[in-house]
């Protein structure tokens, strides 16, 4: 049990006083969160947090704090769900040594990583005791001030991000190796043990709202009910979402020839067809899935999402406010492909749409913390190919409407990924590590419990392959480079003018993309001896948004795969 007043974690069951600050306890009942009998639920993980930090952000006692996440332990225990509250804030490891000393520790959001990662393998083995062979949920509690989100080198060679903001640490509970191997991203070649949530708290969240989120997400444990669906895309991928779309098509309206076609496809709301000014009419507040296929930017004033114009140059329109999450009637789940469609670190429910999603009716949103990639529609012979963020968009509706939980869904989406690229590229690595599940990963949709068990005892396995990320990346040429090093570069790499005039006349023909200069060539060389150019050229710029296309080509030529920032 815990005290109530500091949260210290007695180990003497019949103490009276206790140990850290000589509160009374004698007459507090046993504690939810250490004396139920495990065995009873089907499923177990932890809510991860700091308790006085929170606290202090919300502008109440720490008190009250653990007090609503002991209401919610309870709560979900109901729907056979049991979670052990971690307060990293005072943490007491189990008994070690011949004498049976206890160690006790207070970390915050500046504490090396190798201690964070100490605390969670002593709690997973504690419980592994008692469900052994079991995979946990770990719901983390509060943004990267309470709770800090790791932060890789990213993947990707000339970004202008030059890292990443990923959970992906806390989903391997192995100790404090797991912090080198997420580094070297070889952390993709151990099995995962957890599967991850995190409830972000905004710059002016208050106490009442996560205790709105908690409730509400407490009323659905047993599943999320299914209603209806909205979809809203760019026009340029309107065919690509409409694959993307298929799990939730039959929950989309139809609104064919009803409105102009410029503002509607296949069930999905295109934009900038429908821009801020014409969404009222368009946007669907009582949807139980959201799914949107936009434009993101990472400008602090920036906010929604963004479409662009079927003109050449493209132009970009606001066409999604967070605000208009704020209408939303019924309990839902979002799912955002948007470069930065989910952050929110630092920032309030008026410039993040998952901050305004969630604590209103939202209980689950997937979405990157940086630029995300996908498919681009084509001439009309060619069938578009979900990829990279399409592929995580699509598998994860579709695992949830298979009874999976989202932590389990976005698993699965990311494993497909993986699947995808047996090579994997640094584009797939940094789509692995960008998308992050946001509220409880244990929640289902549609009353789906009766699968739980099956969705939980099931080991998550191995998302990279024998030999992860791996791939030697050289610049070949860049615009804007002295001639006499272009031409050097040239007269290693030959074809690279060729390729790139070639390249120029498949985009004009598939994509209407007029020529352009190049404004990065990239040579990929994996461990196996497969090797690949990547070449990157600016179609759209606009402010503090742009749209990069991406050329993937064998080193003769031949196109391979094509795909967008979004």
């Not at 919610?72 to 804030?89: G, K, P, S």
């Not at 504490?111 to 949920?137: C, H, I, K």
């Not at 992906?168 to 404090?176: E, K, M, N, Q, T």
């Amino acid at each position: 049990m815990f005290c109530p007043e500091c949260g210290y974690k007695i180990e003497d069951e019949q103490a009276r006083f206790c140990p850290e600050c000589g509160t009374c306890i004698e007459e507090v009942e046993s504690d939810a969160v250490s004396e139920h009998t495990v065995g009873e639920c089907s499923a177990h993980g932890f809510i991860l947090t700091n308790c006085r930090l929170l606290a202090e952000k919300l502008g109440v006692p720490a008190l009250q704090v653990k007090q609503l996440i002991e209401q919610y332990i309870m709560a979900r225990r109901e729907d056979e769900m049991d979670y052990l509250c971690l307060d990293v804030d005072h943490y007491t490891y189990r008994k070690r040594g011949f004498l049976g000393w206890n160690k006790s520790v207070s970390l915050r959001p500046d504490s090396p990583w190798e201690e964070y990662m100490e605390l969670l393998t002593d709690a997973v083995e504690q419980r592994q005791g008692v469900t052994s062979g079991e995979v946990f949920y770990l719901f983390i509690i509060g943004s990267n001030d309470v709770i800090p989100m790791p932060r890789i080198v990213h993947p990707v060679e000339g970004m202008d991000d030059r890292d990443i903001d990923t959970d992906l640490l806390w989903a391997y509970p192995y100790g404090a190796a797991m912090v080198e191997e997420l580094k070297s991203l070889h952390i993709l070649q151990y099995d995962q043990q957890l599967l991850v949530g995190r409830l972000p708290v905004g710059e002016d969240t208050g106490f009442e709202e996560l205790a709105g989120y908690l409730q509400r997400a407490a009323q659905c444990g047993w599943g999320i009910p299914i209603q209806e669906a909205y979809g809203q895309c760019d026009p340029h991928w309107q065919r690509v979402s409409t694959r993307v779309a298929q799990p939730v098509t039959p929950m989309l309206r139809d609104l064919e020839g009803r409105v102009p076609s410029a503002c509607y496809a296949h069930g999905l709301v295109l934009s900038p067809g429908v821009t801020l000014q014409h969404l009222p009419h368009y946007f669907h507040p009582n949807a139980s899935i959201y799914y949107f296929n936009l434009h993101g930017s990472n400008a602090r004033e920036a906010s929604g999402y963004y479409g662009c114009s079927m003109e050449q140059p493209p132009k970009c329109h606001a066409v999604m406010a967070p605000a208009f999450m704020e209408q939303c009637g019924v309990h839902n789940v979002v799912v955002c492909e948007a470069c930065y469609g989910a952050r929110h670190i630092g920032m309030d429910r008026n410039h993040s749409t998952l901050l305004s999603a969630l604590y209103h009716r939202t209980l689950l949103f997937l979405g990157s913390s940086r630029v995300a990639w996908g498919d681009v529609d084509g001439a009309q012979q060619r069938m578009p190919q979900p990829q990279l963020a399409d592929v995580v968009a699509s598998t994860f509706m579709e695992a949830l409407g298979n009874g999976y939980s989202a932590g389990k869904a976005l698993f699965i989406a990311k494993a497909a990924v993986m699947k995808a690229d047996p090579h994997v590229s640094p584009y797939s690595v940094a789509t692995v590590a960008e998308f992050n599940l946001f509220g409880d990963p244990s929640l289902l949709m549609d009353e789906c419990s009766e699968k739980r068990a099956g969705v939980v005892t099931d080991p998550c396995g191995k998302l990279g392959h024998a030999q992860a990320y791996g791939c030697r990346v050289t610049q070949v040429e860049k615009k804007g480079s002295p001639s006499l090093l272009q031409q050097v570069r040239a007269q290693v790499d030959a074809n690279v003018r060729e390729i790139h005039d070639r390249i120029g006349q498949y985009l004009y023909a598939q994509y209407g993309i007029a020529p352009r200069e190049v404004d990065q060539v990239l040579r990929l060389d994996y461990p196996d001896g497969y090797q690949e150019m990547n070449f990157n050229y600016k179609v759209a710029r606009q402010e503090d948004w742009e749209e990069v296309v991406t050329v993937i080509t064998s080193t003769k030529g031949d196109i391979r795969k094509v795909f967008s920032t979004r």
